[in-house]
């Protein structure tokens, strides 16, 4: 991971930092000189924090999540792999969320053009006991990095080091802080068809305009855009989403019942997070042995400036 060229005695100015969180857990703090800031989590290479430069947070946590194994922590964005919700014989979500994850040995610097200095490469491999549920060996590495600018960019690589071939579904569970959930949209997933969890997954196609929330929502979109965004009116800000090697979407929200009915959950806190997944799931993936597969998610945070259907052009065109 990135070295730091700033004072060592006094963390809070490094690019990088290795501390302890909550419960004693490992947490990696991540740091650029505009203010921006996120946290990982080596339980789960659980990203629990992404802050803009005037220290907003812009995931949402839950007041009652648990930061202890082997219970997934609450909010944030946990790693689905290798099997995403219970679509499979493992455990909801398969178990890379609530592994601890090692910081990778063989951590590669950023180009020295690179603007990217402040990132973490961590790296999942299977114990005796993972071979025991899922028989596959393979290397998991994640690099997680903040940019200057405060886009905060995930980039998963799942190699095959086994000598059979293997298959996965994978998702970045994001929880996305939002200030009231009956006044947001999602754009970008209109139009697509989607397999609707709360009806058996049966296949629907969504009609008419944005996405907006008066309920329970639990879709898999399929064949969904680069870039989704979701647009808070309120708090007059606009998350980007950009992925890369990840064909579906998961939009979740649990509502008021199934909140409830969440242990780590605040009966209230549905009406201030959304998920928005992005994901493999219609088509797994399947790796021979020796083969890589990548998938990035990048997440910007852009004050809405949003008219006439366009999203902020200044921002959101780039690179797209
Ligand atoms: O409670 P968890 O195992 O973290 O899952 C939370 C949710 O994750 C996804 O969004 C699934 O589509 C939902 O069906 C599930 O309820």
Redesign the pocket.
Known sequence: MASSSSDPKNPSLLPVEFTKGVNGLDKVILREASGVSAEVYLYGAHVTSWKNENREELLFVSSKAIFKPPK?I?GGI?ICFPQF?NHGILE??GFARNRVWKVDPESQPSPANSVNKSYVDLLLKPSEDDLKIWSHIFEFRLRVTLGPGGDLMLTSRVRNTDTKPFTFSFAY?TYFSVSDISEVRVEGLETLDYLD?TKGRERFTEQGDAITFEGEI?KIYLSTPTKIAILDHERKRTFVIRKDGLPDA?V?N?WDKKAKA?ADFGDDEYKHML?V?PAAIEKPITLKPGEEWRGRQELSAVPSSYCSGQLDPRRVLRGS
Do not use: I, Y
């Open positions: 997934p609450r946990p919700s909801a979500h569970h969890n639990d998961v979740w649990p969440l998920c997944e």
